[in-house]
Nanobody, 123 residues
């Protein structure tokens, strides 16, 4: 199993910001594409963004563009998701995930998943 430490979730008011962090070990982080997903109650899991080993970014969803930014720090084995101008529709459990290669795969191809961190946005 790949150990994960996710943090940064919480409750904010609409218009607020959060920065999620996900640290992992047990894989060659610097050579692995990483991504963020989310799942709201009663909805399917939604891919948000993926960052490749060399910082190339793939957008899996149009709902967050311009408000969310993925980044990574290979020295810390950590991937981040900076979220701004949050809305109630952004309330969900947010998951980080690791691919199996350098570059971002299709959203269904991720092989390792974090436990998730809850984000709640109130109006």
């Amino acid at each position: 199993q790949v150990p994960w430490v996710e943090s940064g979730g919480g409750s904010v008011q609409a218009g607020g910001s959060l920065k999620l962090s996900c640290t992992t070990s047990g894989l060659t982080f610097a050579h692995t594409a990483m991504a963020w997903f989310r799942q709201a109650p009663g909805k399917e899991r939604e891919g948000l963004q993926c960052i490749s080993w060399n910082d190339g970014i793939d957008h899996y969803s149009h709902h967050d563009q311009g408000r969310f930014t993925i980044s990574r720090d290979n020295a810390k084995n950590t991937v981040y998701l900076q979220m701004t101008n949050l809305a109630p529709d952004d309330s969900a459990i947010y998951y980080c995930a690791a691919g199996s290669s350098y570059f971002c795969p299709a959203p269904y191809a991720f092989t390792h998943w974090g436990r998730g961190t809850q984000v709640t946005v109130s109006s």
